[in-house]
């Protein structure tokens, strides 16, 4: 999917099947496991599981195209006395037009290596930017806080965790 294009109901293109739809869609879920670059587009993908059209296919096809010819990308994991915490975390303010609801997501690093991301539409309608980047950095500092607390299990100690949001609005 382009950055700027959105998907939506689009009740002019035809139905496709529903069961293949949703065991595309599913296996894309489970791929996110190890590519969070293609978490957000899979994520918009799984909101039309219910009645899915032609053109939600299309993107499906897609991602499943570019995962073909990117097969050399995943996660990578590297040596390092570095254990520094470090999130990012952005807001898509009311990009679904017809629930007007954000999207948040979210990488966490540890040292150089990326542990855990995340893309989850927002439970609530955002009134402004500002408040969908607060909600993100909110959901980032959680996500934060329970890895710090996992590494304390194994005696590793954070003062400080850095959180690095875009968004000039809430700074």
Not at 36 to 61: G, S, T, W, Y
Not at 63 to 80: C, D, E, P, Q, V
Not at 98 to 109: A, D, P, V
Request: glycine residues 6%; hydrophobic residues 35%; contains cysteine.
């Amino acid at each position: 999917m382009h950055p700027s294009s959105t998907l939506g109901l689009d009740e002019d293109s035809p139905d496709v099947d529903s069961t293949m739809y949703r065991g595309m869609v599913g296996s894309l879920l489970y791929l996110t496991a190890s590519r969070p670059d293609i978490m957000f587009n899979v994520c918009v993908c799984a909101r039309f599981q219910v009645r899915p059209k032609e053109v939600h296919l299309q993107v499906v096809k897609r991602i499943l195209r570019y995962l073909k010819g990117t097969t050399n990308l995943g996660i990578s994991f590297y040596r390092s006395q570095n254990f520094s915490l470090l999130g990012y975390c952005d807001a898509d303010y009311a990009r679904d037009k017809w629930e007007r609801k954000s999207t948040s997501g979210g990488c966490y690093f540890l040292g150089r290596c990326l542990v855990s991301w995340t893309c989850k539409r927002q439970s609530m309608i955002a009134l402004s930017t500002c408040e969908a980047e607060y909600v993100t950095a909110g959901q980032c500092l959680t996500q934060l806080l329970w890895i710090k607390h996992q590494l304390e299990d194994y005696d590793i100690f954070e003062s400080s965790i850095p959180v690095l949001c875009d968004s000039t609005v809430v700074t």
